[in-house]
């Protein structure tokens, strides 16, 4: 059933950019739903790419068995639901990503706890 508004919205979002310390990022992975949702992240838009992998996942997916075997060379990327190769020497913002994007990533050959997907 679809719904419509008597009257327009009007008010000011309160999940603006200037409302956070840095720009909201969300970050999934793909095939492991122990973590069932991305994680939002406030993530400076000079930060490196690569540190996502290097400094950032490990504290937040990094008690995943699958975690240590990655290889992140073979990752697979998706930026707001399309496929998306990042440059990881380039910053965040140089990668084209903006508050509250969303990025997914598949690792090829990882499909969780016993390829139970989890």
């Not at 950019?17 to 949702?37: Q, V």
């Not at 994680?39 to 995943?64: E, M, R």
């Not at 380039?90 to 016993?114: C, Q, Y």
Request: with cysteine.
């Amino acid at each position: 059933m679809s719904v419509v508004a008597i009257a327009p919205y009007e008010f000011t979002p309160r999940d603006v950019r200037e409302n956070f310390p840095a720009p909201l990022l969300y970050i999934g992975w793909e095939d492991h739903l122990m973590f069932c949702a991305p994680v939002c992240l406030p993530l400076p838009p000079d930060t490196p790419f690569g540190a996502l992998s290097a400094a950032v996942l490990p504290g937040i997916d990094g008690y995943h068995p699958d975690f240590a075997n990655i290889d992140w060379a073979q990752v697979e990327w998706k930026k707001n639901g399309q496929p998306w190769t990042p440059d990881p020497a380039k910053s965040l913002a140089e990668n084209g990503l903006v508050h509250k994007d969303a990025i997914r990533f598949r690792t090829p050959g990882l499909t969780g706890i016993k390829g139970s997907f989890s």
